[in-house]
Structure formats: C-alpha cells, structure tokens
C-alpha cells in the first residue's frame, strides 16, 4: 500500500520569503499522480500543483514550485514571495494509476504566514 | 467554488442515531468520491462510485454505506453513530476515474 509522510507538523514563514513544505512517499508503482492540497481555516480542499511521475520537469503555478526526485519518492513543494493568504494547511496527496484512484493523503503541515 | 455541493454543511445528533449526507457532483462528472478527515485518522478515503458502480473501498466501517443514484448524486448513510465518528466528511467528483478530482465544501458531522 502506498503511504504519504509529512514530516513537518508545522511551518513558519515571513511574508515576501520563501518556504519549502516536505513530503515524502513510499510505492512500487512507476506511474502515479503526486498533489499538494491546501486547506484554509474554511476548510475547503483546494489544489495547488500536481506532478505527473512520468514527466521529468518540475511542475510550476506562479508562486508555487514542487521539487520532485522520483528515485528519492520525494516532492517538496516550494512556495515563493509567501502571501498571508498562503496560511493554511497543506497537505501532501499520492494517486495510483493502476489500483483504483483514490488520493493517499499525508498528515498535513499548518504553515503560518508572519507579517 | 468546485461546483461540487454537499448538504447539510453542519449536523449535530447523538450517538446511536443515523444520519445522511448528500453529494452532488459537478456537472458531467461520473465519479464520486468520499473522505473523511478526523483528529485521529486524518483525511483517509473512504469509497468511490463511477457511474452508479462501487468501484473501490477504503477504510470505510460497516456501520456506513454509500450509494450513486441514476441522476449520480450520492448518498453516505452512517449509522450507529459513535463520538469518533465525528469528523469532516468530503465529496469528490471527477469526470472519469483518472481525472482530477474537485471537492466539496464537505459536511461537518457532531457526534454528541
């Protein structure tokens, strides 16, 4: 079974700076879609990036970058010039292409903008 | 906004009682998710429905059921209600499985 590891609870960044939220996974499968999510204190899932494992490149949506090492089953997600509206949850999520298509979530990680 | 709804957003019962939580997927949207996201387990899937079909099942108790209906809305049905079953309940839809997948605003269940 695939698993999702957030190895950091929580997060602070300065607003204007940069940030680097972790997340590691654990599968067998070669092919796989990898997300990060955010939840406000609304509570809503939101999608910020997701990264096809076949493709090399980096995936990028204006602010956020993910750094994805597949031989390492590692995708951090990088967020630049942090916005106080960036606060929130985030959450690591795995998607097999072979046995079902369900999202494996990690634990999450509270990132706290300062002004 | 996902275009995915789900009603009610909150809802406060007592243990032993049965409740309903309703999903309407996004218009054209096949396939229906459920999550739940609790203090304990975090957010864990609990069952997909593709085009009225049970298509996979997670961590999901007996003393729940699911079912799509013909207009493919659906319906999570939790009975027996415990303290630890209160949690965030999710509805996804996605147009075909492999797609991408659009929450709900979810529901907020209380189990007193």
């Known amino acids: 079974a695939q698993t999702v590891t957030q190895s950091q609870p929580e997060m602070s960044v300065q607003e204007a700076e940069t940030v680097t939220l972790s997340c590691t996974y654990d599968?067998?499968?070669?092919?796989?879609?990898l997300f990060w999510y955010k939840q406000p204190p609304s509570r809503q899932m939101i999608l910020v990036i997701r990264?096809?494992?076949?493709?090399?490149q980096n995936a990028t949506e204006n602010r956020f970058s993910v750094n994805f090492q597949k031989a390492a089953k590692s995708f951090s997600l990088k967020i630049s010039d942090s916005q106080l509206g960036d606060a929130a949850m985030y959450f690591c999520?795995?998607?097999?292409?072979?046995?079902?298509?369900?999202?494996?979530f990690g634990a999450g990680t509270i990132l706290r903008v300062k002004s | 906004d996902s275009g995915v709804t789900q009603t009610p957003k909150h809802l406060i019962t007592a243990t032993g009682q049965r409740v309903t939580l309703r999903c309407s997927p996004r218009?054209?949207?096949?396939?229906v998710y459920w999550y739940q996201q609790s203090l304990d387990q975090g957010l864990q899937f609990l069952i997909q429905?593709?085009?009225?079909?049970?298509?996979a099942k997670g961590n999901i108790l007996e003393r729940f059921s699911a079912q799509q209906f013909p207009d493919l809305h659906s319906e999570l049905n939790l009975s027996s209600l415990e303290l630890g079953d209160s949690a965030l309940y999710f509805c996804?839809?996605?147009?075909?499985?492999?797609?991408?997948?659009?929450f709900g605003p979810g529901t907020r269940l209380t189990v007193l």
């Open positions: 996804a839809s996605s147009v075909a499985p492999r797609d991408q997948q659009f």
């Open positions: 599968t067998s499968e070669s092919d796989y879609y």
């Open positions: 990264q096809e494992a076949y493709k090399q």
């Open positions: 999520a795995y998607r097999s292409m072979e046995y079902g298509n369900k999202l494996v």
């Open positions: 218009s054209g949207d096949l396939s």
């Open positions: 429905y593709y085009n009225g079909e049970e298509r």
